[in-house]
């Protein structure tokens, strides 16, 4: 079969795999709809995830399930599909702990152009089928479907991390894909106040679609004064990291009110450290909590967010910006991600 | 002064009283509207509190400051203020261990038209001024204000005892004005279905505004039974209690699933059990949690869901369909609420 | 293979049965010691589970190894195991929302004696080893072993439902084995004073050495009005239930706090209602929260509580009172347990 | 009245003031014991809190009330009393959100020799008597009583904010009082197995009477290494931080588990940044919280920790190394916190 793979750092192209082997709990999927991730860039151009050769990437996507092992009991060849990005071994004593994403090691839930090829060949390999898959509702088209694999889980777990709850002031650093849908999983567990940090107006429009309330530019001053002007010198309850850099946490600690909470949902590529500043962190004793977790996966998170979109209390398709029809065009898709043109939210290939 | 009271067990009326005096915490308050509350018909006609005399009734309401105390530092005359129903007494055990609305003794942070006189007199008094008020933010109209004090409180920590989260179906039993803002709460805290009980037209219409998506007739057969089709069988996540009767936790624990939650809102006027049915609750095993719980009341509940009516996010407008012009009509605004018409949701008068 | 099982309802019996299959993510394991559980009393002689026929009895043990399935990864034969009571399927969506107890339907966690041959046999059979099985650690004997199977995991359950926190006044009802482990349980999560209800006198030093400061009579007037008096009026934080009928949670919520927790771990065998008393249950508000749940089984489960043993913070020797050697001494534990003379706390046999 | 106090950053002396006044919710108190904290000895030689002139030292004491203000309801003079060292203003909006600590502001909570004069006095003031005095229980010592204020409280936040449960692993790094504290916080919280950072053979001692069960050393190589050789390389559940630096950090990230916590009570005095290692820190996602408080003060703290001293379920006595009588002696015992010989871990003046 066919793939669009990672050759080696700083490199891709297409190459031919034999089709996955299904095991007795897993399944075999045909993509449906495929969408790149920012992290494929990562994993390509910056070298992530350290050197990989002829790996498949991508694990954003839906699709109709081809073949299933003899162990799986709730899915069969022809269902159509929501596929977490994050796939965990739900039996294993992370997951009983509660840390399914860390399965059997840090971030180890992630399996999908990490551990093995992922979504962006004709067929893919999905372990755990029946912990893992969820039936695609009838009224979520495949390019909205997408969304629910990475995007929308990972910007509510911003959400749950920071602990959003009923008139909340919550400040939104980064509203590219993940951080709009922070803003609007912090809109749906009750924030009133939703500053968002970001400068892009296809951004900037979204975001306000999703329910940010005020504006603030990287480039207009610090981030923490700017909050603190905007909010009369109180700071806010909540802070939710989607974006920047590790120095992106000293103004989150700055501008976040004792007894507040930092959730962090970046993929932090580079740097040595995550610096807390001291004093603004009470001395060791203002009660900033600083929490950061990679997105819970599995079949009950799929089919929670996917009733959301499917009984219309979320529209994700404000995320999709360009739209590619056919396989071979993953390829175009992931260079937009990777050039990321001024009008780019997120582009999906339905197949 | 003038003070709509009970005057005794059936009966109200116009009375004279001396203005409350203004200790040095607290203040003296001129309403700019009020409303009745289903409480109030409880205690009058159905003598819920037992025998009470002359009690200045009311508990819904904002106003204008006219006298604070000498150690109340945040207020001061004309300030405009939310209050809230219930006004606890901070400094108790009861609110340092979080339950500040039994501060004193099981639901003894309600004072309003309990313990003491209520907010329907030419003025009122408020117990510790700065804990218990906040100021009436300025795109906030004093009828709408009048629906923080309870509604919005009572109706909101429905969803939160019953712990709603992201993608969560749940049913909410009840849709008068607070069972609609059960809904809100619901719906602003990530729930996907929302199963609303009722069937007045006017309470489906402001239902389904506020993020009801199906619907269930009391007359209908079994509630639990309409929720078991309705889902497929499956049942529930959360259930929220905001009307019927010490009768409607059986058919809620019957239609929740197994590791689910009840919240309850509802008062409980008559009966002397609440039967829990042994089998459904897992012989007493299934992880079917039920909390019952009087709002959380003083200023920061006021400041935070203060703030989601503030910047947009919740229209209490839409429980208000009868309003009133003018202190004597307070009177009428009563009457109306005992007589519940068909096309009634909740009455406010401007004073 | 040889199996003590119950044969009908009231009546028991040895008999032979095929020796268990074991599936590719299985292990068939061989008691090493084996206690019987007032569970398998009501299974047999009150039919609580409905008539089942030449259904092996037992769920509380510890083994050997003897087989694994092809997918299992970290046990062998020949490894000796701590075996739960509640062996879920941990890719259950329930598991997956937190509640694997009740994995593929409510109690549904709960497989041996129920829906397949428990462990009263010469084999026994473990769904899912991997998940569901923990390493003997080596300084525990096999008879305590068989202590964290079940009375461990429970009591302390109970200890979790009621949310016991440091310097809470807990009140233990019922002081058999789980009861005992209740007391246990509340004094290592930090509670100060801990009431006991009952009056065997093994049991109450048991008790007083698990932590129990004070005692009271079932016989001795009400439960409610004990704790009253022994607590000036204020009555208790929280409350576990590990004994009595559908009638216990009357005068437990009679004399829990507001804003307290009631944690049920006790079977509740008969009776159609739990009764909760509306006025004192604050007419619906008084933040009385009632939580009743099936012990959290499988490996992480073994592991954690079997490391309180192992570093000999908790001994769990105190709860064996009877000590029986050989297999064929099932039937005499088991009747034992059934017939509970005054010495008896628990028995167990070492095969 | 006569106080021993801070005269300018490095000079202590005995000065002259007048005794405090009174205000109407407040209580004045003569001390019965007192004892000095390592944060004296900061205040005063490091400059920790700026440049403070004629400041009445000390937060650590419990007293016999000498005067009560008109508002004050369940006090009188004569009243023995436990003394918090943080007393929180509750009617607070922080106090609302269930930080109390933060009264006003960050750590504003703390106002003895900080904001206003310590209990270092003949007399010293307690404001909100009702909210944050507690009667002393009369089997505990007043030498005893002061261990309430600070060391316990805050040594058992450190095991609340780790969140311990039943089982898991602790590190406790630092067991000087605070940190045994801590370690006595996790035992009674359910920890098995509880790594203490630490060397002096007093504090170790001390430890393994708390519920330590292993030691490390910090000039035995790197806290994480030992840490996770002692593991087996598992690393533990969660970290407690009770002594070290900002660097202490570091470590405690490296050997905590994904999905574990790490709390910190430790004081950071100097360094301007805490550092989290990206890598170990998950890339940002590792779900490694980072949580660091402040105490909880207050009423309803002291009667909760205060009750476990009473019930004889904590023996604070083991922390008291160095016991002087008379007023007098408060210098010398300070002396002896700022020289920290090796047989110290407490010193208390009995007067």
């Keep these: 079969m066919k793939g669009f793979a990672m050759l080696k750092i700083g490199q ?45 990437l991508g694990h954003e996507g839906c699709g109709e399930i081809v073949e299933v092992g003899s ?80 995007m929308v889980p990972t910007g509510f777990h911003g959400a749950e991390l920071a602990d959003v709850q009923f008139g909340d002031t919550v400040l939104v650093i980064g509203i590219g894909p993940v951080g709009l849908m922070s803003v609007a999983g912090a809109n749906l567990h009750g924030a009133s106040e939703i500053i968002a940090v970001g400068t892009r107006q296809v951004c900037r429009d979204a975001a306000k679609y999703y329910g940010a309330t005020q504006f603030i530019g990287y480039k207009d001053g610090s981030i923490d004064e700017q909050v603190m002007d905007l909010t009369g010198g109180k700071g806010v309850d909540k802070v939710i990291i989607a974006g920047g850099t590790v120095d992106t946490f000293e103004p989150a600690v700055k501008c976040v009110k004792a007894g507040g909470r930092i959730g962090n949902v970046n993929y932090l590529g580079s740097g040595e450290y995550i610096k807390i500043p001291r004093v603004e962190w009470g001395v060791g004793m203002g009660h900033k909590t600083i929490a950061g977790g990679l997105m819970p996966g599995g079949r009950l998170r799929m089919e929670k967010l996917g009733s959301l979109v499917a009984c219309g209390k979320l529209d994700v398709s404000r995320l999709i910006t360009h739209r590619f029809t056919g396989f071979e065009h993953v390829e175009d898709a992931l260079m937009l991600m990777k050039d990321k043109p001024a009008d780019l939210i997120k582009p999906v290939v339905v197949i």
């Design 12 to 56: 891709t192209g297409w190459i031919e795999k034999n089709r996955p082997v299904c095991g007795p709990m897993d399944a075999i999927v045909r993509p449906l709809a495929l969408a790149p991730c920012t992290s494929d860039v990562h994993t390509v151009w910056e070298g992530a995830l350290g050197p990989k050769e002829n790996l498949i």
């Design 71 to 150: 162990l799986v009991k709730d899915f069969k060849p022809g269902d159509k599909v929501l596929v977490p990005a994050i796939t965990p071994d739900w039996n294993s004593v992370e997951a009983q702990a509660g840390y399914s994403m860390h399965s059997g090691g840090m971030l180890c839930g992630w399996k999908f152009s990490n551990f093995k090829d992922g979504v962006f060949g004709e067929y893919f390999h999905v372990n755990d089928a029946d912990g893992n898959l969820a039936l695609l509702p009838e009224n979520i088209q495949p390019a909205e479907a997408c969304m629910l694999s990475d």
